[in-house]
């Protein structure tokens, strides 16, 4: 069998250092067809990776680029060098196998990280059944197969509807993660990722998820995915399984049923999940979800401002985030909230709607997140109206430096100025640019919680922490 070695080039930490789903996947898919090697690079960085070059030998190198930018318009981190320099490089100087690039960062810039990283294929949006029938072709020494998602050097093929026609999504294997990779630093601060479903039919106009993952769910069979939870404990024990699909609650009825399937399996489980989208909101959903073991969600409304959210093409009301926070608040689930700062129409007056929501409808254990300023993407409405407004040119590099878009109501030092004014009065909202907690908060937050036997999601400790600092302060 041939080698294949496969790499998370990913070393962020923040929120947590989350585990390569998407690379255990492709391991697991092409089990049965290659001798399939991850190599984790999120604690390691990179460091032990030309060792196992050297030892393991292997005939092709997948690199999985997740992150380009971390979409703080202030001090950008660019993970992109680090990638190149940390990982590719390196490879690239001890063994001219081919190497194939994949993952979601790569995939909104395939042509320029292609370019800046001189990879000799690349593979845009799911990667499972494409890579399969080029390590084939290159096996065979074939003529490539003429995939539309294939992106080869040098060459000019962009994708613009990335999912596979041919993979049979809902039967794909388990991704195993734990069997892929050492699980074992993840236990403390990390979560075992589980996908339910493909896709994102919502038309957020700076979203990327619909052209990454495809306009029309696929979704997996519940029972599948209350079973791999379920194999999963049995290997690893208690941890924290957390669903990453772009919104957890469509289309309306599966999360229900995700959530129906894991109590029938009395598993108990810790589960949390991104992407509670206020539309599809309810008691029973909010009923299953206690229910079936979340200990904790994340909400994007992005603005509670009702023109903002039209003009985000949100899809919900500014209702729909009024009946979210109040379960939120009568389930007692804890939340982190996101709003996005900045968007077309913004001003301050609608600035000052979300923050009077804030004040109304959320708790102060809760956490929010401020983001000031949208990464504007290639091929979105954003981009057409950032073109329109002047914000970037015709032809311009979206890649790095990596542009934001500031409405003309808000621009960055006067929208800087009013969240700082919101953090000073709100100890548990944060601007984006401040959130990551430095390493010895994270330390003093895992002894305090070890102390005092605490067992709420990390995010309240750490706001327990910052408001001792606070009231110490004045
Ligand atoms: C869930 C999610 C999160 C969750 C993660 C939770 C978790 N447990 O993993 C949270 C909210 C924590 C999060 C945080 C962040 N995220 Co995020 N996140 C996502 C999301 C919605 C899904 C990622 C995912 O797991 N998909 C499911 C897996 C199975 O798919 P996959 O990994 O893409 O793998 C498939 C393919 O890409 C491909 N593939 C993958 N690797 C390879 C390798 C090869 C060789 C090949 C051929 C193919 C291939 O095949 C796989 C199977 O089909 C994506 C958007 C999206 N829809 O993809 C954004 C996304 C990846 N995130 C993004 C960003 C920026 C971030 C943050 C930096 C934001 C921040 N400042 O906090 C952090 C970074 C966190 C970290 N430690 O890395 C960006 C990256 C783009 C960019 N600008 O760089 C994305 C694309 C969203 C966006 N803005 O467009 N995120």
Redesign the pocket.
């Known amino acids: 069998m041939k080698k294949l070695l496969?790499?998370?080039t990913?070393i962020?930490?923040?929120?947590?250092?989350?585990?390569?789903?998407?690379?255990s996947?492709?391991a697991s898919?092409l089990a049965p067809f290659y001798d399939v090697r991850v190599y984790d690079g999120?604690f390691d960085e990179g460091k032990s990776l030309p060792d196992l070059v050297r030892s393991y030998k292997p005939d092709f190198i997948?690199?999985?680029?997740?992150?380009?930018?971390?979409?703080?318009a202030d001090k950008t981190?660019f993970?992109m060098e680090r990638i190149l320099e940390d990982f590719i490089r390196p490879v690239r100087e001890l063994t001219e196998v081919p190497v194939?690039?994949?993952?979601?960062?790569?995939?909104?810039f395939p042509e320029e990280v292609m370019a800046y990283t001189g990879a000799d294929?690349?593979?845009i949006?799911?990667?499972?059944e494409?890579?399969l029938r080029?390590l084939k072709s290159l096996e065979a020494e074939n003529e490539l197969p003429d995939l539309p998602n294939l992106v080869v050097k040098n060459g000019k093929n962009r994708a613009k509807s990335p999912p596979n026609s041919f993979?049979v999504y809902h039967s794909i294997p388990f991704?195993q993660i734990d069997r892929h990779i050492d699980f074992n630093p993840y236990k403390q601060r990390?979560?075992?990722?589980i996908?339910t479903k493909?896709g994102?039919a919502l038309g957020c106009i700076y979203?990327?998820?619909p052209s990454?993952?495809g306009k029309t769910y696929r979704l997996r069979d519940p029972d599948d995915v209350a079973r791999e939870i379920e194999e999963a404990m049995d290997r690893v024990g208690r941890v924290t399984f957390?669903?990453?699909?772009?919104t957890f609650n469509e289309p309306a009825g599966h999360a229900e049923n995700i959530c129906r399937a894991i109590i029938r399996r009395k598993l108990n489980p810790q589960l949390r999940t991104?992407?509670v989208n206020p539309r599809y909101t309810s008691r029973e959903l909010f009923d299953l979800m206690m229910e079936a073991g979340f200990t904790q969600i994340?909400i994007t409304p992005d603005s509670a401002a009702p023109v903002v959210i039209r003009n985000l093409n949100k899809g919900f009301t500014r209702k729909d985030i009024e009946r979210t926070a109040s379960l939120v608040s009568e389930y007692n689930l804890p939340t982190m909230w996101f709003f996005l700062f900045g968007g077309p129409g913004e001003t301050p007056e609608t600035v000052r709607q979300s923050r009077d929501f804030i004040d109304q409808h959320i708790g102060d254990e809760d956490m929010v997140l401020m983001l000031a300023g949208l990464?504007i993407?290639p091929n979105t409405p954003l981009e057409k109206i950032a073109l329109k407004e002047g914000v970037v040119r015709e032809g311009e590099l979206l890649f790095h430096p990596?542009p934001y878009y500031f409405s003309v109501g808000t621009p960055k030092s006067e929208l800087d100025r009013m969240l700082l004014e919101i953090r000073d009065t709100h100890h548990n909202c944060l601007p984006?640019s401040e959130?990551?907690p430095p390493p010895e908060m994270i330390q003093k937050a895992i002894a305090l919680r070890k102390e005092r036997g605490l067992t709420e999601p990390m995010f309240r400790t750490l706001l327990r922490i910052r408001k001792d600092i606070k009231s110490t302060e004045l």
């Open positions: 496969l790499v998370n990913n962020e930490k923040f929120p947590y250092p989350i585990p390569p789903i998407g690379l996947l492709l898919y999120v997948g690199f999985s680029i997740r992150n380009i930018d971390d979409v703080v981190i993970y194939i690039l994949g993952g979601s960062g790569f995939s909104v294929y690349g593979v949006g799911e990667g499972e494409v890579i080029l993979l991704s990390g979560v075992y990722s996908q493909r994102c979203c990327t998820y990454l993952e957390e669903f990453v699909d772009s991104m992407g994340d990464r993407y990596s984006a959130s990551s």
